[in-house]
């Protein structure tokens, strides 16, 4: 069995040979309708991007960048970012027990943890300004005009946490004339959405932009502890930008914004369990439980897949708020360069809670304290915790001309994020007689993260003969950062003196990073190149419940080599861009969680010495008759472990890719035995190999003239995917195919747009992760496992219907 795995990875065509086989299909296209092209006919939305800190047409831009255009989202209804993962190929998610343990990943890389010690491998940036953390990306976005996807490391504009990538995601502009846009949009599961913007010119110094926005999904999975839908979401946005303009030269924009969020996601949902429903059961990790079998710590939910019920008597989820303040101050030089500040400041604070036994029974009532005694506490046991993070930003700069053969841009940066996690888990003084041990594993502990971030940037290119340019760019700056773990007895008052202090007191370390690209214009509209760049982040802290050691791990490094080609043909009526790429990285920062020999679980911070992405990518859009218009993208990657012979075993040290073996490991100063396994050359977590996306819309012109009729669709695959980065199999999720398909009518004013949306036609069920189970058991009569199985149904994981109303005044 673990021989065909091998074969079976080493099975793939290579970057070069998807990247002509695209190249020829995008070729093949042209030909088509290359003799029916005219420039009196319609002609897709120019796309220009700012990821090089100036706007730039899409296709000149020697990297690769995918654009979520405003009609591209609006047909989507993207108001999340897992929205965005859904429709761009290159990126995926790592979801974790609550959003604020989700991660990002570009081209199947990204950091996920759930401690806060550890920053990201893809950067989120909203209107020039980062966010502190990465799970702060998953609240809802609102007014927004592009998102543009930078594939590969970003570290020399975009700094240490864009060693993959960087998601750029830009708002509305404000306009010049009086405009406002209202839209509604509501389905038969029970998800409204709201949202209004309106904007104007006051007078010659002053405009503005007022923007707020709803969403409310109660959820798809029912609680029948209390007759409630649970893993949904329910977030308020408001954002405003405001202009001065005290002389043709001086521009200030201040973009205020105000986020509150409600997520009660992430639940298991058993689907399976191997014992009979009355078979009595007892959790490994309770061993006291006396007579509670699976009928009644399962009561009243159909154990079956695709099951959507649970019964639990305590919430999941987050609960979060964010504010935050920006501020750009452009003064335009003479000679067309500008000079730009832009600062921020924001806050985001946050409750996150969860029910750890995953039942509504009286868990606590049934466990029996050591010696024998019953126990005297009644209900479940929980976990709950706060995210306290205060960011704030400077950045200083300078770009030069757009005019000339040389343009460059120049710039200093300084970032200031400061950290604070309280968690608290179990119930103290509660041992069993079978080992003595807590069984509601109690922890409580105050963590807190410290950075300090100064760094100069330059690039430059240079066009050194008429259809040849260079690109040379740089980043070098300081890092200064500390962490501090202090754990008290759960549920003790704040005054009383934690039982253990863990102290890193504040440390610098200096880091360069760098990229060149070589580019070549067969045309005005068309252009290959090369690409070669560093990226680099800081050291992690692993600040979760069984640190036992502030000692950070090594940086996180990675070399990237990229070659591609970007084209726009037919009068601008066919886009197409292709990338291939091979990036590897150095001592890749990664959590994982491991249980040693005496059954004791923890979470470990791993600093994994080599880890590779390669592979390729395309996009293509296509106004194939002024009346359709077709959007196709797909990546192709794969990203393994290169180097890891001591990589955890799966739980129950199942042989999932390698053989099982056991190394002694000393931790504060006690020697336990840990299973491992080589997990050199196994496939990361949740990156797929293949993943595409195919969408459009055709109009049909109708015989009143003022209105035409539209239909589009939309359709996404996801090859299967490993979601444990320890290759338990049970962990695994299987293929995604999901087809959206809407219709509607709009007038030709602009003025209104109504749209019938089904989601899901076809009505697959799956899964946003996967889990082996909601706990770990035996029966009460044999030391055999008992198998569970578990689900999270994602958001479209089966059909429903929703209407959207757009209407513009």
Same mark, same amino acid.
Not at 106 to 117: D, V
Not at 196 to 220: F, K, P, Q
Not at 265 to 284: D, E, F, M, Q, R
Not at 332 to 349: E, I, P
């Given at each position: 069995?673990?021989?065909?795995?091998?074969?079976?990875?080493?099975?793939?065509?290579?970057?070069?040979?998807?990247?002509?086989?695209?190249?020829?299909?995008?070729?093949?296209?042209?030909?088509?309708? @290359? =003799?029916?092209?005219?420039?009196?006919?319609? =002609?897709?939305?120019?796309?220009?991007?700012?990821?090089?800190?100036?706007?730039?047409?899409?296709?000149?831009?020697?990297?690769?960048?995918?654009?979520?255009?405003?009609?591209?989202?609006?047909?989507?209804?993207?108001?999340?970012?897992?929205?965005?993962?859904?429709?761009?190929? &290159?990126?995926?998610?790592?979801?974790?027990?609550?959003?604020?343990?989700?991660?990002?990943?570009?081209?199947?890389?990204?950091?996920?943890?759930?401690?806060?010690?550890?920053?990201?491998?893809?950067?989120?940036?909203?209107?020039?300004?980062?966010?502190?953390?990465?799970?702060?990306?998953?609240?809802?976005?609102?007014?927004?005009?592009?998102?543009?996807?930078?594939?590969?490391?970003?570290?020399?504009?975009?700094?240490?946490?864009?060693?993959?990538?960087?998601?750029?995601?830009?708002?509305?502009?404000?306009?010049?004339?009086? %405009?406002?846009?209202?839209?509604?949009?509501?389905?038969?599961?029970?998800?409204?959405?709201? #949202?209004?913007?309106?904007?104007?010119?006051?007078?010659?110094?002053?405009?503005?932009?007022?923007?707020?926005?709803?969403?409310?999904?109660?959820?798809?999975?029912?609680?029948?502890?209390?007759?409630?839908?649970?893993?949904?979401?329910?977030?308020?946005?408001?954002?405003?930008?405001?202009?001065? %303009?005290?002389?043709?030269?001086?521009?200030?924009?201040?973009?205020?914004?105000?986020?509150?969020?409600?997520?009660?996601?992430?639940? $298991?949902?058993?689907?399976?369990?191997?014992?009979?429903?009355?078979?009595?059961?007892?959790?490994?990790?309770? =061993?006291?439980?006396?007579?509670?079998? @699976?009928?009644?710590?399962?009561?009243?939910?159909?154990?079956?897949?695709?099951?959507?019920?649970?019964?639990?008597?305590?919430?999941?989820?987050?609960?979060?708020?964010?504010?935050?303040?920006?501020?750009?101050?452009?003064?335009?030089?003479?000679?067309?360069?500008?000079?730009? #500040?832009?600062?921020? %400041?924001?806050?985001?604070?946050?409750?996150?809670?969860?029910?750890?036994?995953?039942?509504?029974?009286?868990?606590?009532?049934?466990?029996?304290?050591?010696?024998?005694?019953?126990?005297?506490?009644?209900?479940?046991?929980?976990?709950?915790?706060?995210?306290?993070?205060?960011?704030?930003?400077?950045?200083?700069?300078?770009?030069?001309?757009?005019?000339?053969?040389?343009?460059?841009?120049?710039?200093?940066?300084?970032?200031?994020?400061?950290?604070?996690?309280?968690?608290?888990?179990?119930?103290?003084?509660?041992?069993? #007689?079978?080992?003595?041990?807590?069984?509601?594993?109690?922890?409580?502990?105050?963590?807190?993260?410290?950075?300090?971030?100064?760094?100069?940037?330059?690039? &430059?290119?240079?066009?050194?003969?008429?259809?040849?340019?260079?690109?040379?760019?740089?980043?070098?700056?300081?890092?200064?950062?500390?962490?501090?773990?202090?754990? $008290?007895?759960?549920?003790?008052?704040?005054?009383?003196?934690?039982?253990?202090?863990?102290?890193?007191?504040?440390?610098?370390?200096?880091?360069?990073?760098?990229?060149?690209?070589?580019?070549?214009?067969?045309?005005?509209?068309?252009?290959?190149?090369?690409?070669?760049?560093?990226?680099?982040?800081?050291?992690?802290?692993?600040? &979760?419940?069984?640190?036992?050691?502030?000692?950070?791990?090594?940086?996180?490094?990675?070399?990237?080599?990229?070659?591609?080609?970007?084209?726009?043909?037919?009068?601008?009526?066919?886009?197409?861009?292709? &990338?291939?790429?091979?990036?590897?990285?150095?001592?890749? =920062?990664?959590?994982?969680?491991?249980?040693?020999?005496?059954?004791?679980?923890?979470?470990?911070?791993?600093?994994?010495?080599?880890?590779?992405?390669?592979?390729?990518?395309?996009?293509?859009?296509?106004?194939?008759?002024?009346?359709?218009?077709?959007?196709?993208?797909?990546?192709?990657?794969?990203?393994?472990?290169?180097?890891?012979?001591?990589?955890?075993?799966?739980?129950?040290?199942?042989?999932?890719?390698?053989?099982?073996?056991?190394?002694?490991?000393?931790?504060?100063?006690?020697?336990?035995?840990? $299973?491992?396994?080589?997990?050199?050359?196994?496939?990361?977590?949740?990156?797929?190999?293949?993943?595409?996306?195919?969408?459009?819309?055709?109009?049909?012109?109708?015989?009143?003239?003022?209105?035409?009729?539209?239909?589009?669709?939309?359709?996404?695959?996801?090859?299967?995917?490993?979601?444990?980065?320890?290759?338990?199999?049970?962990?695994?999720?299987?293929?995604?195919?999901?087809?959206?398909?809407?219709?509607?009518?709009?007038?030709?004013?602009?003025?209104?747009?109504?749209?019938?949306?089904?989601?899901?036609?076809?009505?697959?069920?799956?899964?946003?992760?996967?889990?082996?189970?909601?706990?770990?058991?035996?029966?009460?009569?044999?030391?055999?496992?008992?198998?569970?199985?578990?689900?999270?149904?994602?958001?479209?994981?089966?059909?429903?219907?929703?209407?959207?109303?757009?209407?513009?005044?």
């Amino acid at each position: 069995m673990i021989k065909h795995k091998k074969e079976e990875q080493s099975f793939r065509l290579k970057p070069v040979q998807i990247a002509v086989l695209t190249l020829g299909a995008a070729l093949c296209a042209q030909v088509t309708f @290359a =003799q029916s092209s005219s420039s009196s006919e319609p =002609q897709l939305e120019k796309v220009t991007v700012t990821a090089n800190k100036r706007v730039e047409a899409l296709e000149t831009v020697p990297m690769a960048i995918s654009v979520l255009s405003k009609e591209n989202i609006e047909r989507n209804n993207v108001l999340q970012f897992d929205d965005i993962v859904n429709i761009v190929p &290159t990126l995926s998610v790592t979801y974790g027990s609550t959003p604020a343990n989700n991660g990002i990943n570009m081209r199947g890389i990204g950091t996920y943890s759930n401690g806060i010690g550890v920053e990201a491998d893809v950067s989120v940036v909203i209107d020039d300004i980062p966010i502190g953390q990465q799970f702060q990306a998953f609240q809802g976005l609102a007014n927004l005009e592009r998102v543009e996807v930078l594939q590969g490391p970003q570290s020399t504009l975009y700094g240490k946490s864009s060693i993959a990538g960087a998601v750029n995601v830009i708002t509305k502009e404000i306009s010049e004339k009086p %405009q406002g846009t209202i839209s509604a949009y509501k389905t038969n599961d029970r998800e409204n959405r709201f #949202s209004a913007t309106y904007s104007t010119r006051v007078d010659e110094h002053w405009s503005y932009r007022l923007a707020g926005a709803t969403n409310n999904y109660a959820g798809n999975v029912t609680n029948i502890y209390d007759n409630s839908a649970v893993n949904g979401t329910n977030s308020k946005t408001l954002m405003a930008k405001i202009r001065w %303009q005290p002389t043709d030269k001086i521009d200030v924009e201040i973009s205020p914004r105000y986020n509150q969020s409600m997520d009660n996601c992430c639940v $298991y949902v058993p689907t399976a369990i191997t014992a009979s429903n009355g078979a009595a059961l007892k959790n490994i990790y309770w =061993q006291g439980i006396t007579g509670l079998p @699976a009928s009644t710590l399962f009561a009243g939910v159909p154990i079956a897949p695709g099951n959507s019920t649970v019964n639990e008597d305590y919430p999941t989820g987050i609960m979060s708020t964010a504010r935050g303040t920006g501020m750009k101050i452009s003064y335009y030089l003479d000679s067309g360069a500008t000079l730009m #500040s832009v600062s921020s %400041q924001s806050r985001y604070q946050a409750n996150d809670y969860r029910d750890q036994d995953f039942t509504a029974s009286n868990i606590l009532g049934s466990l029996v304290k050591s010696p024998a005694s019953p126990g005297v506490l009644s209900g479940g046991f929980t976990q709950q915790g706060t995210y306290d993070i205060q960011t704030t930003t400077q950045e200083f700069r300078f770009t030069s001309p757009d005019s000339g053969k040389m343009k460059y841009v120049a710039g200093l940066w300084y970032a200031d994020n400061k950290t604070v996690r309280d968690f608290t888990r179990g119930v103290p003084n509660v041992l069993t #007689s079978a080992t003595g041990s807590n069984p509601t594993s109690p922890t409580g502990y105050e963590g807190m993260i410290h950075t300090n971030n100064q760094a100069i940037f330059g690039q &430059t290119s240079y066009e050194f003969l008429p259809t040849y340019s260079v690109l040379v760019g740089g980043r070098t700056g300081k890092e200064t950062d500390g962490a501090s773990m202090s754990f $008290y007895a759960p549920w003790a008052a704040s005054s009383t003196s934690p039982y253990q202090n863990l102290i890193n007191p504040n440390s610098s370390q200096s880091a360069s990073t760098g990229k060149v690209s070589l580019s070549h214009d067969f045309s005005k509209s068309s252009m290959a190149y090369v690409l070669a760049s560093t990226g680099y982040k800081g050291r992690a802290y692993d600040l &979760t419940s069984t640190t036992v050691s502030l000692n950070p791990t090594d940086s996180e490094t990675a070399r990237n080599l990229e070659i591609g080609y970007k084209g726009n043909f037919l009068n601008n009526r066919l886009t197409f861009n292709a &990338t291939a790429w091979d990036t590897k990285f150095t001592n890749y =920062q990664q959590q994982f969680s491991q249980t040693n020999i005496l059954g004791v679980y923890s979470t470990v911070l791993a600093s994994i010495p080599g880890a590779e992405t390669k592979g390729t990518s395309f996009d293509l859009n296509a106004l194939v008759t002024p009346r359709l218009l077709i959007n196709a993208s797909a990546a192709f990657t794969n990203a393994t472990i290169t180097s890891w012979a001591n990589g955890p075993c799966a739980a129950g040290n199942v042989t999932a890719y390698n053989a099982c073996n056991t190394v002694s490991v000393v931790s504060a100063g006690k020697a336990t035995t840990q $299973y491992v396994q080589d997990l050199t050359g196994a496939p990361m977590a949740n990156a797929p190999k293949v993943k595409f996306n195919l969408g459009g819309q055709y109009d049909i012109l109708l015989p009143d003239h003022s209105y035409d009729a539209f239909v589009n669709g939309n359709i996404r695959y996801q090859s299967s995917i490993q979601t444990n980065i320890n290759q338990d199999a049970t962990f695994a999720v299987a293929p995604i195919n999901i087809t959206n398909v809407g219709f509607g009518l709009k007038d030709h004013a602009n003025t209104f747009k109504f749209t019938v949306f089904i989601n899901n036609l076809f009505n697959k069920q799956y899964a946003v992760t996967g889990f082996n189970g909601v706990g770990t058991y035996k029966t009460t009569d044999a030391t055999a496992g008992v198998k569970t199985n578990s689900w999270t149904p994602a958001r479209d994981s089966w059909r429903y219907l929703a209407a959207r109303l757009d209407y513009n005044f």
